[in-house]
């Protein structure tokens, strides 16, 4: 168990709807990253928050946004949703922004698009 | 898009013996990291080797990095059958950091 968590663990979603992904970091972590795990392939990065900044993105397009709270809790958000992003979703915490220190990765959110 | 490229996709072996993956990679890097999945789980850590450093150890892991050759191996030496997963590289150029598709291990008791 690495004490990150994220919820739900499972989800359904159409075409075009909107979805929030939750991530709750290591305690004193200040920094996630979240990742889009597609079935059969690596993770790809998506975006990196550390100390409610967005530190790094990926490439994915601005319909991919998160946040970050003053607890270090983060959200990702995914609107207008097309079948391809039907994935498994990471999270991962750290402590220091970048990705040289070692990242904790919660057990991800099953997202299917119908 | 992913910039490393794990070898062979796929390994099987007996437990006791080594098991041992390679990474390729395409642009030039600040450090490189391995992780293990265990089926669609979240990742686990295990090795971070920096451009500067030619190997690490862990316990029964072994990195090497060639930055010439722009390539990486995973070595896990006596595996267990608890050793079963897939096996990622990871590259980190700046703040952007790419995974590659992975080399599944089975370990075979």
């Known amino acids: 168990e690495t004490g990150v968590t994220q919820s739900p663990t499972h989800l359904i979603k159409t075409r075009g709807q909107q979805v929030t992904l939750r991530c709750s970091s290591q305690?004193?972590?200040?920094?996630v990253s979240w990742y889009q795990q597609a079935l059969g392939q690596g993770p790809q990065f998506i975006f990196q928050?550390?100390?409610?900044?967005?530190?790094g993105r990926g490439n994915f397009p601005p319909r991919f946004s998160g946040l970050q709270f003053p607890n270090y809790s983060s959200e990702l958000n995914v609107n207008a949703l097309e079948l391809d992003d039907s994935a498994l979703y990471l999270c991962?915490?750290?402590?220091?922004?970048?990705?040289?220190?070692?990242?904790?990765f919660g057990p991800g959110t099953r997202l299917t698009v119908l | 898009s992913q910039q490393g490229e794990e070898d062979p996709q796929a390994l099987s072996i007996q437990e006791g013996e080594n098991a041992t993956m390679n990474c390729s990679y395409k642009?030039?890097?600040?450090?490189l990291q391995w992780y293990r999945q265990n089926s669609g789980r979240g990742l686990v850590h295990l090795i971070l080797?920096?451009?500067?450093?030619r190997e690490k150890h862990s316990g029964r892991l072994r990195v090497t990095l060639d930055t010439s050759k722009k390539s990486s191996s995973l070595l896990i030496t006596a595996s267990r059958a608890a050793d079963t997963a897939s096996y990622f590289c990871?590259?980190?150029?700046?703040?952007?950091?790419?995974f590659g598709a992975g080399t599944r291990l089975t370990v075979k008791p």
């Open positions: 991962a915490s750290s402590l220091g922004g970048g990705h040289t220190d070692t990242q904790y």
């Open positions: 305690s004193g972590h200040n920094t």
């Open positions: 928050y550390y100390r409610e900044e967005e530190n």
């Open positions: 642009t030039s890097i600040n450090n």
């Open positions: 080797i920096r451009s500067n450093e």
């Open positions: 990871a590259t980190i150029v700046g703040n952007d950091m790419r």
